[in-house]
């Protein structure tokens, strides 16, 4: 079973930064299109923003020009820089990993941006 595994998820002041990591266990990223997701309490889960396997990214216009979405050479590991941070971003943040069939969560970092 493919495990997923974010880090990097903590308590932030508005206008500061964190670096969300997803990584595989058992599987590289290399043919899966690799996204973040993010849900709030009371909130259905939304996309944040993916990577396919080409490298092109996809962003939610909430977090356009402030979050960056990348994936290591070896495609192990997927990050999402978050700059600019803002209250409504709090959120618990989902790695998810789909190719065909084939689809992976985590089980989620905690986001929480302090106003």
């Known amino acids: 079973q493919v495990q997923l595994v974010e880090s990097g998820g903590g308590l932030v002041q508005d206008g500061g930064s964190l670096r969300l990591s997803c990584a595989a266990d058992?599987?590289?990223?290399?043919?899966?299109?690799v996204g973040w997701f993010r849900q709030a309490p009371g909130k259905e889960r939304e996309l944040v923003a993916d990577?396919?396997?080409?490298?092109?990214?996809n962003y939610a216009d909430s977090v356009k020009g402030r979050f960056t979405i990348s994936r290591d050479g070896a495609s192990k590991t997927v990050y999402l820089q978050m700059d600019s941070l803002k209250p409504e971003d709090s959120a618990t943040y989902y790695c998810?990993?789909?190719?065909?069939?084939?689809?992976?969560w985590g089980k989620g970092t905690l986001v929480t941006v302090s106003s």
């Open positions: 998810n990993a789909h190719y065909y069939r084939l689809d992976y």
């Open positions: 058992k599987v590289s990223f290399k043919i899966y299109t």
């Open positions: 990577i396919d396997s080409n490298g092109v990214a």
